[in-house]
């Protein structure tokens, strides 16, 4: 037969901690970088997701954008 466990010994066994961490951490942009929760994000219709403060890089390396003054 085997024996039982409470939950937060095995929890704490498995990850380190009784109870789970609340991380401020949300995902990944498309560019790589750590979004948190309540940072501003674009999603486009292929999936992707990314920063605000990426965008212009993503639109340039991912879409082909280019960006120019008008003269």
């Known amino acids: ?21 609340q991380s401020e951490h949300w995902g990944v942009d498309a560019c790589g970088d750590e979004i948190f929760y309540d940072d501003v994000i674009y999603e486009f219709s292929d999936g992707d997701i990314v ?8 639109l340039e390396e991912h879409l082909g954008v280019i960006r120019k003054r008008a003269e």
């Open 1 to 21: 037969m085997r024996d039982l466990e409470h939950p937060a010994i095995t929890r704490t066994l498995r990850t380190g901690y009784p109870e789970p961490i």
């Open 51 to 58: 920063l605000e403060e990426n965008i212009r890089q993503y």
